[in-house]
């Protein structure tokens, strides 16, 4: 029998990220706020970051997934900290008490598996997708930037600007319509150093990666970014190009914002 | 998702371990011992090594409050890649740009907001310090009666503070 055993002191929560697990037949231990927690071997510990003060070495688990609400009990330095902690892992994007956030029942079926996997000592295991830290989080805000910085320009009224910000905005409304404006932002290294040919295979690689962030989050779709980044490879002007970044703005700005609730 | 600045390992470190779970704790145990629930043998000292626990980290809690600026701000991203690449004539125009419309999303209000929750909670603190210096050694519940009413303007000034540290935002927002 495949045993679960959850640590957060919100109900609601603890039943969202349950669900699947329930359903299998599972079985489930919950442990709230004034819950004591007793020495038990779970093969799965779900646990919030905010919860973990508690006197988690008594549970012998098999495999821990650490969790939070994106507020300030969520561990920053996971990623530093990470190597040190056997089968040990974190669902990088924000749970929410609603169930925003919580696992799919994809998901849960892959850490099932997963978890299957590690208690049969299964040395080809591949670590489910949504337990991955972001890969390229710095392209995605970078790509933010810079449609900022566009419709800034481009798009006067959507910012509130002081007119000497922009002493030098004739020069600057001229270089910001070129693909290479762009490209010199948001490529892994000096577009000075690339051939025409690596130009555009750098943009295509730029395409990848986005797609491979939003894999991860699998929350939202991702098509007005993409959509831009059509627009940057066509070199098309900001008659075109303006409500394309204001669309891929506002879906980068709900992307993040799933990740940290 | 992002950068994780150490401004926000000290936030977590300052804000939820020591100001909530540190000196509210220690101050709701004072205002215990001044409503008479709890009963140490000196009263004296229980007191001001609850009230003092406020001194230990204010002045850390205070310069985390001045760093939020310019170690939250999105203007970091151009000290890594890919934006560090971006070219001078490009980045002397939208790396402040970056920076202004982020203080326009409310950034200056909220900071604002928590200096002067800091200012209240420590003047209501130095207040505390007068009234306690001024005890007898072994105090009446007579005595203790002002100290009472000042410890629960003390623990709502924490934890307006505590609230305003918290509602400032819990990554670089860059958009």
Redesign the interface.
């Known amino acids: 029998m495949f045993t679960v055993s959850i640590v957060d002191r919100q109900q609601s929560r603890r039943q969202s990220l349950t669900a699947f697990f329930k359903d299998a037949n599972c079985t489930i231990r919950e442990f709230g706020l004034y819950d004591e927690l007793v020495e038990h071997s779970p093969d799965l510990l779900l646990i919030h970051f905010r919860d973990g003060e508690k006197n988690i070495d008594v549970v012998k688990r098999s495999v821990a997934v650490y969790y939070g609400g994106?507020?300030?009990?969520?561990d920053?330095?996971w990623?530093n900290r990470k190597d040190t902690r056997q089968e040990c892992h974190r669902i990088?994007?924000a749970v929410m008490p609603d169930g925003k956030g919580s696992l799919t029942k994809d998901e849960a079926k892959e850490l099932f598996s997963y978890v299957k996997d590690v208690i049969a000592g299964k040395a080809d295991r591949s670590i489910p997708l949504f337990l991955e830290p972001?890969r390229h989080?710095?392209?995605i805000?970078?790509l933010?930037?810079?449609?900022?910085?566009y419709l800034?320009v481009h798009s006067p009224e959507t910012?509130?600007?002081d007119k000497e910000?922009w002493q030098?905005k004739g020069?600057?409304q001229k270089?910001t319509t070129t693909t290479q404006?762009w490209m010199?932002?948001?490529?892994?290294?000096?577009t000075a150093d690339l051939s025409k040919v690596d130009f555009w295979s750098a943009l295509k690689d730029l395409k990848k990666l986005v797609n491979k962030e939003w894999e991860v989050s699998r929350v939202l779709s991702f098509a007005p970014v993409l959509t831009l980044l059509d627009s940057i490879e066509l070199g098309e002007g900001p008659d075109m190009m303006v409500e394309k970044a204001k669309n891929a703005?506002e879906t980068?700005?709900e992307f993040?914002d799933e990740?940290?609730? | 998702?992002?950068?994780?600045p150490q401004w926000?390992?000290d936030?977590?470190q300052l804000?939820?371990n020591w100001l909530q779970n540190g000196v509210v704790v220690a101050l709701n145990h004072a205002s215990g011992i001044c409503t008479g629930t709890v009963r140490p043998r000196d009263i004296t000292r229980s007191l001001s090594e609850d009230i003092n626990r406020w001194q230990e980290r204010s002045t850390e809690l205070s310069s985390l409050l001045n760093r939020f600026v310019v170690e939250m701000s999105?203007r970091i991203?151009f000290n890594?890649?890919?934006?560090s690449?971006?070219?001078e004539?490009?980045r002397s125009?939208?790396e402040?740009?970056?920076h202004?419309?982020w203080l326009?999303r409310g950034m200056r209000e909220k900071i604002d907001a928590a200096k002067a929750a800091y200012q209240k909670a420590d003047s209501a603190f130095q207040k505390i310090y007068a009234e306690l210096s001024n005890l007898p050694s072994s105090p009446t519940t007579d005595d203790l009666k002002p100290a009472c009413s000042q410890l629960q303007t003390l623990i709502a000034r924490c934890q307006a503070l505590a609230d305003s540290i918290?509602a400032l935002p819990?990554?670089v927002?860059?958009?």
């Open positions: 994106g507020g300030e009990s969520d920053p330095d990623i990088w994007r972001p989080p710095n392209i805000t970078a933010a930037i810079l449609c900022q910085g800034a910012y509130k600007l910000f030098q020069n600057v270089t404006w010199d932002s948001l490529c892994n290294r000096s703005l980068i700005r993040l990740q940290t609730g | 998702m992002s950068i994780s926000q390992i936030r977590g804000n939820h999105p991203y890594s890649p890919p934006l690449r971006c070219p004539e490009t125009w939208l402040p740009l970056t202004e419309l326009q918290s819990h990554r927002l860059c958009c």
